[in-house]
């Protein structure tokens, strides 16, 4: 089965704190993904990748960076958090573009 | 631009019975991709179904079948025999073909909850 894992379930962070949210997959998958979910309007993706080191901009990138050095592992990183942060974050890997993304548990972040 | 709706916020069922939940989206493209999505209460979002555009053949996988309508651009979800492991947010997505260009990106609808009734 595939694993999707996050670094946390659950963070509470400060205002202006830089916050970094991990995901690492275990089925060496090609491409990874974080979306934002919030009620009433889906998943709205932030960053992919589709290799190492390579990034593209979702739909809601700013105030947001990614960084992948490895090919299991994406971070993603909140430069100076805000409370319009405050959010599920989701990640999610695939194999090639066209396949099943697998999900990791989400990390619920709250800016204060 | 593709966008997809879910127009039914929440749904609610009696247990083992049938329900359906409805999705239209709109695209110019021929050939795409659309999924079903369930997000049980506080556990991971997994694939619960998935169907390719030229196919024809409505997708089934267990309980759960698809109701495909290309010309109508709807791809509603049906439960058979709904179970109260079923309750969850699920929701409709769709992806451009393939050959379209290197955007990977799933366009997702807003939800629906389904709450089943014991």
């Known amino acids: 089965d595939v694993k999707v894992t996050q670094s946390s379930r659950y963070l509470v962070k400060r205002t202006g704190e830089k916050v970094f949210l991990e995901c690492v997959q275990d089925m060496d998958h090609e491409n990874m993904f974080w979306y934002r979910q919030d009620p009433g309007l889906g998943l709205r993706l932030i960053y992919f990748?589709?290799?190492?080191?390579?990034?593209e901009k979702g739909d809601i990138p700013e105030g947001y960076s990614v960084s992948r050095e490895k090919k299991e592992r994406f971070s993603l990183i909140l430069e100076s958090a805000s409370t319009n942060q405050t959010s599920m974050y989701l990640c999610a890997s695939s194999d090639r573009p066209q396949d099943t993304q697998y999900f990791g548990p989400g990390t619920r972040l709250t800016v204060l | 631009a593709q966008t997809v709706t879910q127009s039914q916020p929440e749904m609610s069922v009696q247990e083992a019975e049938t329900v359906t939940l409805s999705c239209t989206y709109d695209?110019?493209?021929?050939?795409?991709?659309l999924f079903w999505y369930k997000q049980p209460p506080s556990r991971q979002m997994i694939l619960v179904i998935r169907q390719e555009a030229y196919k024809q053949q409505n997708a089934t996988e267990n309980r759960f079948s698809v109701n495909f309508q290309k010309a109508a651009k709807s791809f509603s979800l049906k439960i058979s025999d709904s179970q109260l492991g079923d309750a969850a947010m699920y929701f409709c997505?769709?992806?451009?073909?393939?050959?379209?260009?290197?955007?990977?990106?799933?366009?997702w609808g807003a939800g629906t909850k389904l709450i089943i009734k014991p």
């Open positions: 695209t110019s493209e021929s050939d795409y991709y």
């Open positions: 990748s589709y290799d190492v080191k390579m990034k």
């Open positions: 997505a769709y992806r451009n073909p393939v050959y379209m260009d290197s955007n990977y990106q799933l366009i």
